[in-house]
Nanobody, 117 residues
Framework: VQLQASGGGLVQAGGSLRLSCVASGRTFRTYAMGWFRQAPGKEREFVAAISFSGGDKSYAISVKGRFTISRDNANNTGYLQMNSLKPEDTAVYYC???????????WGQGTQVTVSS
């Protein structure tokens, strides 16, 4: 499956953004999906994941309660709604797909999110 992420941008602290990840192919609905991020000078870190059906979700502690992951299998699209953004959320965000919520084999290009203080 090929993935295309979009929706990043510049936002003030406390603001919101919604990232989208459009997948190609008919198998998207059989894959778990996840979001990761990488800040300058730091390693890539897990943000959130969702099962193929959307019934199970997991979040990094740093974003729990502020971010919401979701998916629309009919339209081969995954989302990451980000609220109450903080400057430390600034990073390049990547979407990924894979057989489980902890194993990802396909990665999209990143989308930059910048949160100003």
């Amino acid at each position: 499956v090929q993935l295309q992420a979009s929706g990043g941008g510049l936002v003030q602290a406390g603001g919101s953004l919604r990232l989208s990840c459009v997948a190609s192919g008919r198998t998207f609905r059989t894959y778990a999906m996840g979001w990761f991020r990488q800040a300058p000078g730091k390693e890539r870190e897990f943000v959130a994941a969702i099962s193929f059906s959307g019934g199970d979700k997991s979040y990094a502690i740093s974003v729990k309660g502020r971010f919401t992951i979701s998916r629309d299998n009919a339209n081969n699209t995954g989302y990451l709604q980000m609220n109450s953004l903080k400057p430390e959320d600034t990073a390049v965000y990547y979407c990924a797909a894979g057989p489980t919520m902890s194993l990802f084999s396909s990665w999209g290009q990143g989308t930059q999110v910048t949160v100003s203080s």
